[in-house]
């Protein structure tokens, strides 16, 4: 459980216990050294049989010459729709995809702060009881092979098991021959939790499955869809929960006001940027708090700053530290100001509703934290605030207030 889990775990576990903040070094996967493809190839094929198609021709147009297009894609060719599930209190955001022939639905967390596919399988000793298991023997385009994988994560959770390729169906873009992680094995944390595994949205040098491509880089190589782009918008429990992820191209109806245009550096494997400016406090007293790098990660629950950012975050709201990566802060947000992030020249905030994560009588904790790391984690609290398009071939996002 990524940055991810390690989080969402964390306040999953939302009796206040206390649970040590996950360290740095468990935190940041090794980076491979095989260079990640960033070039999606597409190729015109010549059909003596053509027959004259204005939609597919249009299509194979845009895929071509997608980085011109601007605005939204308002086809249904080579887009794919995922809705999610907003899990508890924001907790974690699942999506139902298809897996197999015929397909085998599992309910997995699309996670940008990872990039290994992986679920629970027949092939697990240790899977929840209440998982859906994937069961190769009852597909059809189900291919072995002698891979294996293993991933840890910051909490010290972790899972392992083999790789084997299928036919996996995202949103109604189905990919054939996708690399998939069945786990054999699974840490107790994911036992208990509502979803069945996770998709891996960030860049593929930081696979654990050496040598599988994620399901964008095949998309994109296998021209599925229509443009390198995914666009995420996770709702709030507090306006009727929800979010959706949208393949080859993003949902202006859930966008409000204009996309700024960030550069990413997915020298890591993230999607890291660059927070020139910081704003935060009260209705009456507003200061500036500095910059800061981080990365967008759908997969980790709260706005997690660097331990130095985090304390003067909580002195401007008056939020005491628990010591365990959260804050507890006044229930009473009436008089403080959003916080907001200045990104290449850009504003974008987080409302002071929103400072408030989980609220229990009398006692509230922060929707922001630390976790011992030396750049911020734009997670869930900033993104259900923010609509986010992922461009994997750029690299760079697209973001703007959502709706
Ligand atoms: C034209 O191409 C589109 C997109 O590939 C396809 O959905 C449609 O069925 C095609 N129409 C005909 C008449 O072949
Ligand atoms: C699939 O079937 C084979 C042969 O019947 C069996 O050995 C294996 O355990 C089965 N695998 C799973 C995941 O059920
Ligand atoms: C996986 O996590 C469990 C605790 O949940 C631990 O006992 C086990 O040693 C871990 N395995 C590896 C390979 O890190
Ligand atoms: C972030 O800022 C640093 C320092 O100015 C610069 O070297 C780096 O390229 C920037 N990264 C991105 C993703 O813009
Ligand atoms: C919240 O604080 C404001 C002023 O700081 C006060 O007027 C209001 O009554 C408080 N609300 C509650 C529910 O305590």
Not at 3 to 10: E, G, K, P, R, V
Not at 12 to 24: D, I, K, L, R, Y
Not at 355 to 366: E, M, Q, T, V
Request: net charge neutral; with cysteine; proline share 5%.
């Amino acid at each position: 459980m990524q940055l991810t889990a390690s989080i969402f775990t964390l306040l999953a576990v939302a009796t206040f216990s206390s649970v040590q903040a996950a360290p740095a070094k468990d935190i940041i996967p090794p980076v491979s050294t095989v260079p990640v493809s960033k070039t999606a190839r597409f190729t015109m094929a010549s059909n003596p049989n053509f027959q004259p198609n204005a939609t597919r021709s249009v299509f194979k147009a845009r895929s071509k010459y997608f980085k011109y297009i601007e605005g939204p894609v308002t086809f249904s060719s080579g887009v794919g729709v995922v809705p999610v599930v907003d899990y508890a209190n924001d907790i974690e955001y699942y999506g139902t995809v298809k897996i197999g022939t015929p397909a085998q639905s599992l309910k997995l967390n699309f996670d940008t702060g990872s990039a290994d596919l992986w679920f629970a399988s027949t092939l697990c000793t240790s899977c929840g009881s209440t998982q859906t298991k994937f069961n190769p023997n009852k597909s059809s385009t189900y291919q072995s092979s002698t891979k294996t994988w293993s991933i840890g994560y910051g909490d010290g959770s972790n899972a392992s098991g083999v790789v084997g390729y299928d036919t996996v169906n995202l949103g109604g873009i189905s990919i054939p021959n996708q690399g998939i992680e069945l786990a054999k094995k699974e840490s107790s944390s994911f036992q208990s939790d509502p979803i069945d595994g996770l998709v891996g949205l960030a860049f593929g040098s930081i696979i654990t499955a050496k040598g599988v491509k994620t399901p964008m880089e095949n998309m994109m190589s296998q021209n599925l869809i229509d443009s390198p782009v995914f666009g995420v918008w996770l709702g709030k429990q507090s306006n009727g929960g929800g979010g959706e992820y949208m393949f080859g191209g993003y949902n202006s109806a859930h966008i409000a006001g204009t996309l700024t245009t960030v550069p990413i550096d997915s020298s890591q494997g993230f999607w890291s940027i660059n927070v020139s400016g910081t704003t935060a406090g009260t209705t009456s007293s507003v200061s500036s708090l500095g910059s800061f790098s981080g990365i967008l990660d759908t997969g980790t629950t709260l706005m997690l700053f660097t331990n130095t950012m985090a304390t003067k975050v909580a002195k401007v709201y008056g939020a005491t530290d628990n010591g365990d990566g959260t804050y507890d802060i006044n229930c009473n947000t009436s008089k403080f100001a959003p916080l907001s992030f200045t990104i290449n020249g850009a504003k974008f905030s987080i409302p002071p509703a929103d400072l408030i994560y989980y609220r229990s009588s009398s006692r509230c904790i922060a929707g922001f934290g630390y976790a011992d790391l030396p750049f911020a984690i734009l997670g869930d609290v900033f993104l259900k605030n923010n609509y986010v398009v992922f461009n994997q071939q750029v690299p760079n996002v697209r973001i703007a207030p959502s709706k």
